[in-house]
């Protein structure tokens, strides 16, 4: 599901098309908070709706500990005990309860048995550039 850019490269009077990946404007839309510093796009974990932060220093996908254990118990994926430690960008560590393979929805892109983080965080998730990968993103 590629489109062409209007860009393109010249290079000795030939012309090249380069094709990227929908932006994440184009695929889902954006929703800035109320200062207009942070942007958050809809999505689910589980069928479960969410607003991710996107963050573009995260390289991993985190949802809420709260949001998880809103997911029906028969409906959330077994949550495996953390093998790695995180730390928030000015440094300080942060609690993360474990990593769960879950179904993860992005503006109507699926991705399943996708590893999704969950913590104790501010927002309900945090959309890291490994889902921006999987969502075919940019």
């Known amino acids: ?25 184009e695929l889902i839309g954006q929703v800035a908070d109320d200062s207009g510093e942070h942007l958050y796009v809809a999505g689910q974990v589980q069928g479960r709706e969410l607003q991710f932060l996107y963050d573009t220093g995260a390289n991993h996908t985190f949802i809420d500990f709260t949001e998880w254990e809103k997911i029906p118990e028969e409906e959330r994926p077994k949550l495996d005990e953390p093998d790695r430690a995180f730390l928030l960008a000015d ?7 474990g990593r769960a393979y879950a179904t993860v929805r992005v503006g109507g892109r699926e991705v399943q048995h996708f590893p999704i983080w969950i913590a104790q965080l501010m927002d309900q998730a945090i959309m890291g550039s490994n889902l921006m990968a999987a969502i075919k993103c940019h």
């Open 91 to 97: 440094g300080s560590p942060f609690k993360v309860f």
């Open 1 to 25: 599901d590629k489109r062409a850019n209007s860009n393109s490269k010249r290079d000795d009077n030939k012309s090249e098309t380069i094709y990227f990946s929908r932006t994440l404007e």
